[in-house]
Structure formats: C-alpha cells, structure tokens
C-alpha cells in the first residue's frame, strides 16, 4: 500500500509557509531542506500523511504562520544562490 504525504515547508524567520504538494517518494523534498538548514537558512520540512481530516491543502494550517504562494521557490532560488556562493568563494 502507497502512503502519501504532503510536503510542507516553513520559512521560520518569516513566519510563513506552504504546502508544496503530495508525494508517496518525499526523499528529494527533505534533502533539499536539510541542504538549506546546513547552510544556515531558518526553515523547517515536514512530510504529514495525508489522511481524511487533511484530504486537501487548505485543511492544514500551523498557528502563528501565515500561507504564502511560491515560498519553496523562493527559498530554492536563495539555497542556490548560497550553494553556488560557498561553492565559488
């Protein structure tokens, strides 16, 4: 049986996040995050299973966060950006 999960990420320096989709494979997504946190950027990854009381991406919310539209690639745009930097430098 395929689980999926959605893939959420959280800019905790904004306070804002979003709900990037549902994947039953989130090994990139979180990759990519642990990228990010190692090179100091404040965001967090979560992967919640997606289940009846979470059937769509409105239901989930997180207190003291607000949505925003485009943050996973905002903060991809930056992680490159860095990566690329540290890489060079």
């Not at 404040?42 to 943050?71: D, F, R």
Request: charged fraction near 25%; aromatic fraction near 10%.
């Amino acid at each position: 049986m395929t689980i999926n999960y959605w893939q959420v990420i959280r800019d905790d320096a904004k306070r804002t996040f979003e709900v990037c989709g549902m994947d039953s494979d989130t090994n990139h997504f979180t990759n990519s995050i642990h990228g990010m946190q190692r090179l100091g950027m404040n965001v967090t990854g979560m992967t919640p299973p997606v289940t009846n009381k979470t059937s769509h991406k409105g239901a989930i919310s997180y207190p003291g966060y607000t949505p925003e539209e485009g943050l996973h690639k905002r903060l991809m745009a930056e992680y490159i950006k860095k990566t690329r930097t540290e890489y060079f430098d």
